[in-house]
């Protein structure tokens, strides 16, 4: 159990990678906290895994993208945990479009969700952990955040931003003892990937060298190792965890 007595915090804990994030976390002895703007259909899940590991597992509803929203429900968390150990934010969406073609609503939408809300959670938390003087952040961008991609210029802005914010906010809190880095995956299997066309399919893996999607689970155990005491000594990192897709 690499996280066990830790309270962690994850947005987008719902579905997809953050239900992997969750459940890891959990099954290594985190007490998980997560937020997502509608509650989960694993909750009887993770509350079976927090069961067995002798932990707990709490949702809290909340628009991530609404500053005053997010501020009221993470003040709440840390209130109820006492001390929190891990930040993981992960909440974001995709609202896909040539640049001639996107709106100022798609542009503003996903840059809110998936960016500013980082800003507003981290925020608060980093404060918190400054005066713990210990603490790790995870904020999840993306392969594209690093390298671009046609008919995502909002999706590829918000996760570049979010790159520059971990660099960022890990210069500032380093002398604190905290911790802040980011992963940045490449195409990985959910539920997303699973509508592709088997061609669609054939067309991303003819750009990954192991040949292969990657799986959920990889990216929880990246996650873990950085949150884990098995990383002391890394931040202001971005990790690419992409099959070789970018070298």
Same mark, same amino acid.
């Given at each position: 159990m690499?996280? &066990?007595g &830790?309270s962690?915090l994850?947005? *987008?804990g719902?579905? /997809?990678?953050?239900?992997e994030?969750?459940?890891t #976390? #959990?099954k290594?002895g985190?007490n998980?906290?997560?937020i997502?703007?509608n509650p989960?259909e694993?909750m =009887?899940d993770?509350?079976v895994?927090a069961?067995e590991a002798?932990?707990?597992v709490?949702? &809290?509803? =909340?628009?991530v993208?609404?500053?005053e929203d997010?501020t009221?429900?993470?003040?709440?968390i840390i209130? !109820?945990?006492g001390?929190l150990?891990?930040l993981?934010?992960?909440?974001g969406?995709?609202?896909?479009?040539?640049?001639f073609?996107?709106s100022? &609503?798609d542009?503003?939408?996903?840059i809110?969700? %998936?960016?500013?809300?980082?800003?507003?959670?981290?925020?608060i938390?980093?404060?918190?952990?400054?005066?713990l003087?210990r603490? +790790?952040?995870? %904020?999840?961008?993306?392969i594209v /955040?690093?390298?671009g991609?046609?008919?995502q210029?909002n999706?590829s802005? +918000?996760k570049?931003?979010l790159i *520059?914010?971990? $660099?960022?906010v =890990?210069?500032e809190i =380093?002398?604190?003892?905290?911790?802040?880095?980011a992963i940045?995956p490449?195409?990985?299997k959910?539920a997303m990937?699973? $509508?592709?066309t088997?061609?669609? $399919?054939?067309?991303?893996l003819?750009q990954?060298?192991?040949?292969?999607l990657?799986?959920?689970s990889?990216?929880?155990?990246? #996650? #873990?190792?950085?949150?884990?005491?098995m990383?002391?000594?890394?931040?202001?990192?971005v990790i !690419?965890?992409?099959? /070789?897709?970018?070298?």
């Amino acid at each position: 159990m690499l996280v &066990k007595g &830790k309270s962690a915090l994850v947005t *987008g804990g719902a579905r /997809g990678i953050g239900k992997e994030i969750v459940e890891t #976390l #959990l099954k290594n002895g985190a007490n998980v906290y997560f937020i997502d703007l509608n509650p989960s259909e694993y909750m =009887a899940d993770y509350e079976v895994l927090a069961k067995e590991a002798g932990v707990k597992v709490v949702f &809290k509803q =909340a628009n991530v993208a609404s500053e005053e929203d997010i501020t009221n429900v993470v003040e709440e968390i840390i209130k !109820e945990a006492g001390e929190l150990d891990i930040l993981v934010n992960n909440a974001g969406i995709t609202r896909d479009g040539l640049l001639f073609r996107m709106s100022g &609503k798609d542009w503003h939408d996903v840059i809110n969700i %998936n960016l500013s809300s980082a800003f507003y959670i981290t925020r608060i938390v980093a404060r918190h952990m400054a005066k713990l003087r210990r603490g +790790s952040i995870v %904020n999840m961008s993306s392969i594209v /955040g690093a390298h671009g991609n046609a008919g995502q210029v909002n999706y590829s802005a +918000s996760k570049a931003g979010l790159i *520059g914010l971990t $660099k960022s906010v =890990a210069q500032e809190i =380093a002398s604190r003892g905290v911790r802040c880095n980011a992963i940045a995956p490449g195409f990985i299997k959910t539920a997303m990937t699973d $509508k592709l066309t088997d061609d669609q $399919k054939d067309g991303l893996l003819k750009q990954v060298p192991m040949g292969r999607l990657g799986l959920p689970s990889e990216i929880a155990d990246l #996650l #873990l190792f950085l949150t884990s005491d098995m990383s002391q000594y890394i931040t202001g990192q971005v990790i !690419e965890i992409n099959g /070789g897709m970018a070298m």
